[in-house]
């Protein structure tokens, strides 16, 4: 009954959407898709602080010592395939780009489809009791998947009808488009519960320079590399839609925490939590003076959790490889945002804007975190943002501050360690501040190479007579 709700749904919106859109501009009914695509996105981020007991399919692991040996590839490769429209939607949508139509059309709609056909086993997951999110209402939880199914495949059949999208099986280059990138979107798309749904936990060590951690450094510089060496000569809009889908990537990988419960540590406050949110709103709205703050700060600070790495649990668990997506996009947006040429190069104002930002965020930790903990004996919950209140963990990986604990401020059920604070504050904003002379100096390498480059291209045209294909200047 509910399948077929869902598709006289998606038929009836997408009808009544044609029809009433038929005499109108194109950019009138662009507006509205956009709208729809928007609410679609949010409809997407709230479910995720709904309860969902999936992450408990673990293939032979345990967890909370409880042992968990159930498996069900069949849920895990929907989802999988589902997930990817929650980034793909609004790129075909609001960018028009063929590859991304084709992706909407041809690979989203039918897991879409697929998700209808097996609602039921969704709603298993949804309405069991051991799911970590908000229980509500069985009929609220039924309507709001509905919901949430009408507009995923309304979405890309509207766009594809009033445009007359077709694939193009003549065009060789969109064929090679289409099957290369593909499977590069599925891989960066890919939910952090699955390696553990289909590969379990394991006993791999991951903490910091094992081989699987040093695994993970060389694959996020490889990616950065992989992706400047493709995207680096092409138009301004594609390299701003690629900045855009790793944006959307990391915006909801990160929100998936909430389906392990909603808590006041799983706010994004920390500062690579918030770059997801950061990242987000500056590629959208290519704000200079927020981007620099954002490469400056998260990068370093996506660099110390990649090379620190603070994980407790089997190297394919649920929270491993939630820490390992959002530190990894957490680094590559704004490298890649950079290194494609999104914004400007950082300037010496850049550090104005780093001082700012950064004063702000920390300032908002100290009262925050101090308010917090102050009433932890009441909410039985204490915070560490910016790690600036765990005193223990602190002196363990920083000895020499240890004499920062004797200058404390108490009053009442607050207390503060201001020269703690001010240190880190200091060391933080120095350590940014060298990566922003590192950054000038990759700067001037990168300048040596084009000079290099162009004088190459120009030996190789006086030598041989041909004129060289190799493309010399930036399509800015």
């Not at 009914?29 to 673990?58: E, N």
């Not at 943002?385 to 401020?409: E, G, N, Q, V, W």
Request: glycine share 6%; with cysteine.
């Amino acid at each position: 009954m509910y399948q077929a709700i869902t598709i006289a749904g998606v038929a009836g919106l997408t009808a009544a959407v044609l029809a009433v859109y038929k005499n109108k501009s194109d950019e009138k009914f662009a507006l509205f898709l956009k709208i729809l695509t928007v609410v679609y996105c949010a409809a997407g981020f709230f479910r995720y602080m709904l309860s969902d007991s999936f992450m408990w399919v673990i293939n032979d692991g345990v967890y909370g010592g409880v042992r968990y040996i159930r498996t069900d590839y069949l849920s895990t490769v929907m989802r999988w395939g589902y997930y990817l429209n929650y980034a793909i939607l609004p790129m075909a949508v609001f960018f028009g780009n063929r590859l991304f139509k084709n992706v909407a059309l041809y690979f989203c709609l039918p897991f879409t489809l697929l998700s209808v056909a097996f609602f039921n086993v969704y709603m298993g997951y949804f309405l069991d009791p051991a799911g970590k999110g908000f229980h509500l209402a069985v009929w609220f939880r039924y309507s709001y998947f509905i919901f949430e199914l009408v507009l995923a495949g309304a979405i890309p059949l509207l766009l594809c009808i009033r445009s007359k999208h077709r694939f193009d099986f003549r065009n060789k280059k969109e064929i090679r488009n289409f099957f290369v990138c593909l499977p590069l979107f599925i891989a960066n798309s890919m939910p952090g519960y699955v390696p553990q749904s289909i590969i379990g936990y394991t006993f791999i060590n991951a903490k910091a320079l094992s081989p699987f951690n040093v695994a993970w450094i060389l694959s996020i510089a490889l990616e950065i590399f992989a992706i400047y060496r493709v995207f680096r000569f092409k138009d301004y809009e594609t390299r701003r839609a690629v900045c855009q889908y790793l944006a959307i990537c990391l915006f909801f990988h990160y929100n998936s925490l909430f389906l392990m419960g909603f808590t006041i540590n799983r706010l994004p406050i920390q500062l690579c939590n918030l770059g997801a949110y950061f990242c987000i709103i500056a590629v959208t709205f290519r704000t200079r003076k927020f981007f620099d703050f954002i490469f400056l700060a998260n990068i370093v600070g996506g660099c110390i959790a990649v090379f620190s790495p603070d994980l407790v649990t089997g190297a394919f668990g649920f929270w491993t490889m939630h820490y390992m997506y959002e530190h990894s996009l957490v680094i590559v947006v704004p490298a890649v945002c950079m290194a494609l040429r999104l914004f400007p190069r950082l300037k010496a104002d850049a550090l104005v804007h780093l001082l700012v930002g950064f004063a702000c965020y920390f300032l908002f930790c100290v009262v925050s975190g101090t308010i917090l903990n102050g009433y932890s004996d009441v909410t039985g919950t204490t915070v560490n943002f910016f790690y600036i209140f765990d005193l223990k963990k602190a002196f363990d990986y920083f000895p020499f501050l240890a004499f920062t604990s004797k200058y404390r401020i108490a009053f009442g059920r607050f207390e503060l360690y201001p020269v703690l604070h001010l240190v880190i504050f200091c060391g933080y904003y120095g350590i940014c501040t060298l990566f922003y002379f590192i950054t000038q100096k990759i700067y001037a390498a990168a300048d040596d190479h084009r000079v290099l480059r162009a004088s190459l291209i120009d030996l190789y045209e006086k030598k041989t007579g041909k004129t060289c294909n190799l493309p010399l200047e930036y399509k800015d």
